[in-house]
Nanobody, 115 residues
Framework: QVQLVESGGGLVQPGGSLRLSCAAS????????MSWYRQAPGKERELVAS????????NYADSVKGRFSISRDDAKNTVDLQMNSLKPEDTAVYYC????????WGQGTQVTVSS
């Protein structure tokens, strides 16, 4: 079964950190570019960060550069998003996306940044 399962979301104070993880199954993970997207209430889903197959390159939205870091572990079929210096505007549902014969989306994990 093709599946992506996110974890690690929660409530954090401004300036805090969270680490999201996405576990993949059912497709050839190591050959898939992986991405994290987010969607805030009333807004369109936006790309946060992406990492190429084998981790050769990464890409970040301007709004998260220098604060977020994406990484992958092809032995464990996981992709993580380390989020530091979180801001209230980072509040959103975060989704993991992969490619395996077509786009694959996880169910999302809620991140809330609030004091």
């Amino acid at each position: 079964q093709v599946q992506l399962v996110e974890s690690g979301g929660g409530l954090v104070q401004p300036g805090g950190s969270l680490r999201l993880s996405c576990a993949a199954s059912g497709f050839t993970f190591r050959l898939s570019a992986m991405s994290w997207y987010r969607q805030a209430p009333g807004k369109e889903r936006e790309l946060v960060a992406s990492i190429s197959s084998f981790g050769l390159s990464t890409n970040y939205a301007d709004s998260v550069k220098g604060r977020f870091s994406i990484s992958r572990d092809d032995a464990k079929n996981t992709v993580d998003l380390q989020m530091n210096s979180l801001k209230p505007e980072d509040t959103a549902v975060y989704y993991c996306k992969g490619v395996g014969g077509g786009p694959i989306w996880g169910q999302g994990t809620q991140v809330t940044v609030s004091s």
